[in-house]
């Protein structure tokens, strides 16, 4: 039988010389959760507000592989559970990817998905991902971040579908009614919009591809787009069309890669916004 496409890791999730440090966090999905937050700080999260965010955990949001933020975390002795120093500061993304990380490691198909949640900030539909993995029969969508913290009015560990969108999803929504466009994006920064989806589906694909990037990355189509773009052309609206359709007809529901999406091309490089000015950022081999 084919070992599963997704229970392999990727070369960003692959944790090198900390597989040992990774099977720390246990088995079970709200245990992997907490171990990954007892060491990581979002900067928007409730312990940035208590106790600010550093700029020495602003540059650890720069780091795109799971060695790289466990060798932080390690350097910093963050791994033993009696911390001393600021914890790793990391987006959703990292927390994703970490949670994605230590499944792959007990042999457990999981996999990042880039979309919206409409439970982070009232009435908007806010830029987030999540860990998804499979539990021998079904996908389930963990929010590691929500399901550290609790007090979630809905199951963090299985997220309902109507509470999060892939990007996919979202993209026909907007298709739909144009006029809620505005509310798909990042609020803290003002940003949203057509544009942003449209970003957006790129970066899912290219995780469903298991090349996890970062939510400020952009290439092909998606470099062109920014928020002055408030009106794509007919060419690039057709082509992210038959992009978002891929994505909806894919077999997702299976453990291996989507056929439909396999002979998309993935970069090189990418565009990358993480201080908020432009860098082309090469990537790893995959």
């Known amino acids: 039988m084919r070992k599963a496409f997704y229970a392999s890791q990727s070369i960003y999730s692959e944790p090198g010389p900390y597989r040992e440090a990774l099977m720390l966090g246990g088995d079970a999905p709200e245990l992997i959760a907490r171990w990954i937050s007892s060491f ?93 993995w499979h539990d021998g029969q079904h996908w389930k969508r963990l929010d590691v971040e929500f399901a550290a913290a609790g007090g979630a009015s809905f199951n963090t560990l299985d997220v309902p579908r109507e509470r999060f969108l892939t990007a996919n999803e979202a993209w026909f929504r907007i298709k739909d009614e144009p006029g809620i466009a505005s509310r798909f994006g990042v609020s803290s920064l003002n940003l949203g919009g057509e544009w942003f989806v449209a970003g957006s589906l790129l970066r899912e694909i290219a995780a469903l591809r298991k090349l996890e990037l970062k939510p400020w990355d952009y290439w092909g189509l998606s470099k062109d787009l920014s928020p002055a773009s408030t009106e794509l052309s007919q060419q690039a609206r057709t082509t992210l069309d038959q992009l978002a359709s891929r994505l909806r007809s894919a077999d997702v529901d299976g453990d291996g890669e989507p056929e439909t999406t396999a002979d998309w091309p993935l970069p090189k490089e990418v565009i990358s916004f993480p201080q908020g000015e432009p860098v082309v950022v090469a990537l790893q081999n995959y």
């Open 40 to 132: 990581m700080q979002h900067p928007r999260g409730a312990e940035s507000k208590e106790r600010g965010f550093t700029t020495k955990q602003v540059i650890d949001l720069e780091l795109r592989s799971v060695t790289e933020i466990l060798a932080v975390a390690a350097e910093r002795n963050l791994l033993q559970g009696n911390p001393t120093q600021v914890k790793v500061g990391g987006l959703c993304r990292d927390f994703a990817i970490l949670a994605a990380s230590a499944f792959r490691a007990k042999g457990i198909p999981a996999r990042l998905r880039v979309g919206f949640a409409d439970y982070i900030v009232p009435d908007f539909w806010e830029d987030h991902w999540l860990c998804e």
